[in-house]
Nanobody, 119 residues
Framework: QVQLVESGGGLVQAGGSLRLSCAASGRIFRINVMGWYRQAPGKQRELVATSTRGGTNYADSVKGRFTISGDNAKNTVYLQMNSLKPEDTAVYYC??????????????WGKGTLVTVSS
């Protein structure tokens, strides 16, 4: 099986920065996509950013402020969040589409890490 472990959430003032990390471990043959989603209280989970071999993709609300990057050797994806706003407050979930050694492509979710931005 595969596990996704997130870290880096916390409390920050508006205008500040945080860096989230997500490390994948387990029976990994190939990571196809890694990314971040978020869910604010009372709202649906939404895409924040994704990273594939072909490039990156961002939600319009975070373009220019957030940067997704990865370390292939460590099976880790990062989300650098700058110029944070109170509306960025949410639980951030790591997401990965991974092919295992049985050549099955499976979707995985982390448990989430809370980001709180105070005004």
């Amino acid at each position: 099986q595969v596990q996704l472990v997130e870290s880096g959430g916390g409390l920050v003032q508006a205008g500040g920065s945080l860096r989230l990390s997500c490390a994948a471990s387990g029976r990994i043959f190939r990571i196809n996509v890694m990314g971040w989603y978020r869910q604010a209280p009372g709202k649906q989970r939404e895409l924040v950013a994704t990273s594939t071999r072909g490039g990156t993709n961002y939600a319009d609300s975070v373009k220019g402020r957030f940067t997704i990057s990865g370390d292939n050797a460590k099976n880790t994806v990062y989300l650098q969040m700058n110029s944070l706003k109170p509306e960025d407050t949410a639980v951030y979930y790591c997401n990965a589409d991974i092919t295992d050694f049985d050549y099955r492509a499976i979707h995985y979710w982390g448990k989430g890490t809370l980001v709180t931005v105070s005004s």
